[in-house]
């Protein structure tokens, strides 16, 4: 663990320059907009540890897997985001000087991630080996209001040096991705180019053809007055900029406002392409920073209106949330059905900057709850969108009959994972995005959804279950093998107890789906049955398997087995694992941990989570306690699934252990992988550890039911709902709940089981 930054609830603050630690930091003080992205990367030259990663949504590159030909049914290609030209680069000397954090003295270095209005500020005093001695202020962010804009500004004040400062403003197309297999470069730059007030570089992809231009414009002041000085060109063959500079006596500051735009083929036609790039640049410099700046806040404070989640009485807490919902904000704005959630957002490279079930699992309840349903039905379009491509993943591998098997991980639809445990025997993954369907509509209410999209993902997925379980004829009944379970530590495993109940589950929420549909929306039922060639004789195996899948169980404890011989490893508690072996992933071999019954995330746990009104509490109380034991966390969406869970069972000692632990892996590096980039679908993890953990949210009959409970830590929290067109705060106290309707529209709770009716504009309290 690292504890670097400062506590505060609207700021991270790192308040002296560890350059140990620059690489975390770049990853925790990265900005974004949703649209376009970068890692906290210092704008002048930096000769120290840095991973340079700037980035466009929906831009990949495919690079050729080297394990294509291993495996039938194995991608060609691994997809990833593309490192992207920089756009930041400001090179800065003094008499020719370079200034460079990792060569230059460097106090009262203090860098603040703002969080209330989103902007990137540094500042710190430097001195050169030749006793140059300056202070620099930095301030950077990417409007929330305009998606292609970006402003930064680089001031300096002399503090004892006389002489030249010069400032080299510029585009840098000389990039390379850093987890690569073939280490091949990414781009072809197209065009540099620099006339009077605006440069720009267009670079499009080797493969795919994406194209990416990126403008920028300046303006330069000296004493807080602009200077109309006549810049030196830089154009080369893979940067475009400006150099200006003026001689300063001590005392004196110098500023550079630069303003930047990029935009990508993804939403530009390539006629004017460049032309519109320069543009939007020169129409940010128009507009000055100022009221960029302003426009950019105002998003953020409707942001944090509708969204904030407010903690009494625990400072690290109430950081760690607002952090973790500013991070989902800046990574995803719900605006374009084309994309989706990386579990590493614009912060870094790994995962590739691939969609995974994380998103269905722990994003989409915040986004139901905290914002506007339309992101969350744009996150399921993602998925209907890509159903052809799932059906033909489902084909490679031998299944028929318009089975759909989803992608482990994927950008444009396709699997690109090529580790035989993941990308052919995660098979579950089809049940949680089956899941998010049953959420979204369980939330909403919204059946059309039914109608429109869901139930054709939904049978398509049916149709692979029904194909991918076994007959058992010494069991008697259906089986699935040869799996990976959410517990990825285990791998090719028989009868995973969560594929198999979220394999029933699924098979019978479709032939639910299929009875609605058929009555309300017959017509758009009839028209899906022609399109997919399906038959309702298709469900007679369905509801036999349904009503003779196998679940493994240990009555002598009275819990779920995780999967067939789970108990026949070494029972290895984590209290009895040595410090010096953590993470064991990092420490163990890999023949070691699938020896030990260790666990690295919430296996059998998440299906009781998902499936909490399918069991009695004793039932959920019994697995978990068992389970909890056994279970590393080194997977960053385990903690807030075991938080919700303790918090169910009364566990709340448990419950705000995990807590603490979801809701700071970044900040305080749990895993000793920040510098990678950070964890921003677990993210959303640490809203449901409130929201549904500690005030025990949940929609029952088409109503939302709580029941609250208050860490000890806590004087009290609050926090904001969207439910069925009303928005209520809801805020939890020691001895009572104070119920808010923000909208005119009569609303109806269930508080510890009592219905409370709530005027439009209403607050009531409640004893609790």
């Known amino acids: 663990m690292n504890n670097y930054l400062q506590l505060d609830p609207w700021c991270i603050i790192e308040d002296e320059f560890h350059p140990q630690y620059q690489l975390e930091s770049e990853s925790i003080f990265s900005i974004g907009n949703g649209q376009i992205g970068q890692r906290a990367n210092f704008e002048e030259s930096y000769s120290g540890k840095s991973m340079l990663g700037s980035y466009v949504a929906g831009v990949y590159f495919p690079e050729k897997a080297v394990k294509a030909n291993w495996k039938t049914g194995y991608s060609e290609t691994n997809d990833k985001i593309a490192n992207a030209p920089n756009w930041s680069a400001i090179h800065v000397t003094l008499n020719d000087v370079p200034l460079d954090l990792s060569t230059w003295d460097i106090k009262n270095f203090r860098r603040v991630l703002n969080l209330r209005e989103g902007f990137l500020e540094r500042s710190f005093e430097a001195t050169s080996v030749k006793g140059y001695r300056v202070q620099v202020t930095v301030k950077r962010f990417l409007s929330m209001a305009e998606k292609e804009i970006g402003a930064i500004s680089y001031t ?12 080299l403003p510029y585009l840098d197309g000389d990039v390379r991705n850093v987890i690569t297999y073939t280490d091949e470069p990414f781009w072809n730059i197209l065009q540099t180019k620099t006339q009077q007030e605006v440069a720009h570089l267009w670079a499009q992809t080797r493969k795919i053809d994406f194209h990416v231009c990126e403008a ?9 007055e602009q200077l109309n000085v006549v810049p030196a060109k830089i154009e080369k063959e893979k940067a475009a900029g400006f150099s200006v500079g003026v001689d300063v006596r001590i005392g004196d500051t110098v500023s550079l406002n630069k303003y930047i735009a990029v935009i990508s083929s993804l939403n530009y036609g390539r ?38 989640v407010m903690i009494d009485g625990d400072v690290a807490a109430q950081q760690a949330i607002r952090f973790n919902i500013f991070q989902l904000f800046q990574t995803y704005d719900g605006n374009d059905s084309r994309l989706n959630i990386s579990p590493k957002g614009f ?6 900057g691939t969609t995974r079930w994380d998103s269905e699992v722990a994003c989409i309840p915040f986004y139901l709850g905290a914002t506007s349903k339309k992101i969350v039905k744009n996150l399921l379009l993602y998925r209907y969108n890509h159903l052809p491509k799932a059906i033909k993943n489902a084909e490679k591998l031998g299944f028929s009959n318009g089975a759909a098997f989803y992608p482990s991980s994927t950008i444009n639809g396709n699997e690109i994972q090529n580790e035989w445990e993941f990308s052919f025997e995660e098979v579950y993954r089809d049940g949680i995005i089956a899941y998010a369907i049953y959420n979204y509509v369980h939330y909403n209410g919204d059946e059309t959804f039914l109608a429109d999209y869901g139930l054709e993902v939904l049978i398509a997925i049916s149709r692979f279950w029904q194909q991918r379980v076994s007959v058992s004829e010494e069991k008697g009944k259906y089986v699935v093998l040869g799996v990976t379970g959410p517990n990825y530590y285990e791998n090719n495993v028989n009868n995973n107890w969560f594929t198999n109940y979220i394999a029933a589950w699924c098979l019978k929420y479709t032939l639910e789906c299929i009875e609605t549909v058929s009555k309300t929306e017959t017509e758009k039922y009839l028209q899906l049955k022609g399109k997919i ?10 509801k036999e398997i349904i009503d003779n899948m196998y679940f493994p169980v240990d009555n002598k404890r009275g819990i779920f087995l995780q999967q067939d011989g789970y108990l026949d490893k070494q029972m290895t508690r984590v209290v009895d694992i040595p410090e010096s072996e953590m993470p064991v992933i990092q420490h163990w071999t890999w023949d070691r941990i699938v020896r030990s019954s260790i666990i690295n995330q919430a296996d059998v746990v998440l299906g009781l989570l998902l499936f909490e009104d399918h069991f009695d509490t004793e039932i959920i109380r ?32 448990k419950a705000y252990q995990m807590f603490v632990r979801t809701t700071r892996i970044d900040l305080d590096d749990y895993n000793n992988d920040v510098s990678e980039g950070l964890h921003i679908t677990s993210m959303a993890g640490s809203w449901l550890a409130i929201v549904d953990g500690f005030a025990g949210m949940r929609v029952v009959d088409n109503k939302l039911h709580f029941i609250p409970r208050l860490p000890k830590k806590w ?15 809801i805020r939890v106290e020691k001895e009572r709940m104070i119920i808010q309707n923000i909208d005119a529209n009569e609303g109806d709770i269930v508080v510890n089981s009592v219905p409370v009716t709530i005027s439009g504009n209403e607050e009531k309290v409640i004893s609790i």
Not at 347 to 352: K, P, Q
């Open 156 to 167: 300096i004040k002399s503090l004892n040096f006389e002489g030249r400062i010069s400032y």
């Open 216 to 224: 920028m414009t300046y303006s330069f002041y000296k004493n807080n």
């Open 271 to 308: 006629e004017n392409f460049t032309d519109t790039a320069c543009n939007l640049a020169l129409s940010a410099k128009r507009k000055g920073w100022n009221r960029l700046f302003e426009e950019h806040s105002a998003v953020w404070a409707a942001n944090w209106a509708e969204s904030d």
């Open 347 to 352: 912060t870094g490279e790994r995962f590739a």
């Open 533 to 542: 060639q399906f038959d309702e004789k298709e469900t007679i195996q369905w």
């Open 622 to 653: 019994r697995n978990f306690d068992f389970y909890e034991a056994l279970t590393i966390h080194e997977s960053s969406i385990s903690s807030s699934i075991h938080s919700v869970v303790a918090s169910k069972v009364g566990n709340m000692e």
């Open 715 to 729: 004087n009290s929290y609050s926090f904001n709902i969207h439910f069925r067109g009303n928005q209520f705060n």
